[in-house]
């Protein structure tokens, strides 16, 4: 049986390199994100997170059309605030998207989730800020939600022989990230300082621990949070 995939925030980043990776694994994959990457490995629909009732919309066409056995909740929001710059507008827009979208998505792909031969996988990603970072109020608060979401799935969920896993990425070459940490930058230099292996990691990196637990080996991994992140959750290695 081909497993169906699907992975939001898939435009880009994390997402674009899991899409690739599981379309040449063998999945038939779906994509989500606010514009359609230039290509994609599969079929992409267009959504605003942000936006209840496009999500609503958009997640009904997807679960008519696809029965979906796995889930990658990948999208998300993240902006630099201190718990002094902080406002309530940026906090309820970190929950919109980060947390309520997740909740609502989840909960129109369970159908298929539930149907799925050997079992549904859903795949959360949080990040390695749950442990710790400045400058990251609204962020740190809904991933670290997301980390208490994915056990209580696993709970909820595990009659139904659907396991609910999270991976907690640390910095990753993006595009964003590169822009906003040019090479030889202060900004870069201070990234690379928290992290024992002295390098952020490459989109795929982040993709190969994703694509093990949407996997048939990962069938008894349950309720856990992976950080892939060059050892930045266990502290600073001597320099």
């Not at 514009?35 to 958009?58: Q, S």
């Not at 309520?100 to 959360?124: D, F, H, K, S, W």
Request: net charge negative; proline share 5%.
């Amino acid at each position: 049986m081909t497993k169906t995939t699907l992975v939001t925030g898939a435009n880009r980043g994390i997402g674009l390199a899991t899409a690739q990776l599981l379309a040449d694994q063998g999945h038939e994959v779906l994509g989500t994100g606010r514009t359609a990457p230039d290509a994609f490995p599969g079929t992409f629909y267009e959504v605003d997170f942000a936006d209840a009732e496009n999500l609503a919309a958009v997640g009904a066409e997807i679960a008519e059309r696809h029965t979906v056995t796995g889930l990658v909740n990948n999208a998300g929001l993240s902006q630099a605030r201190s718990i002094d710059t902080v406002t309530m507008e940026d906090m309820d827009a970190h929950y919109q998207v980060n947390l309520r979208a997740l909740v609502q998505l989840t909960q129109m792909m369970l159908p298929g989730l539930r149907a799925a031969e050997g079992g549904g996988r859903i795949v959360n990603i949080a990040s390695r800020v749950v442990v710790g970072r400045a400058v990251r109020t609204p962020y740190v608060a809904t991933k670290a939600a997301l980390v208490g979401l994915t056990r209580s799935w696993a709970l909820d969920l595990a009659a139904d022989n659907i396991t609910v896993n999270c991976i907690a990425p640390g910095p990753v070459a993006t595009k964003l990230f590169k822009g906003n940490h040019p090479d030889g930058s202060k900004e870069l230099e201070s990234v690379l300082a928290s992290i024992p292996l002295r390098r952020v990691a490459d989109p795929m990196e982040i993709a190969g621990p994703i694509a093990f637990l949407l996997s048939p080996a990962a069938s008894y991994v349950n309720g856990q949070t992976l950080y892939v992140c060059g050892g930045g959750s266990i502290g600073h290695s001597p320099i």
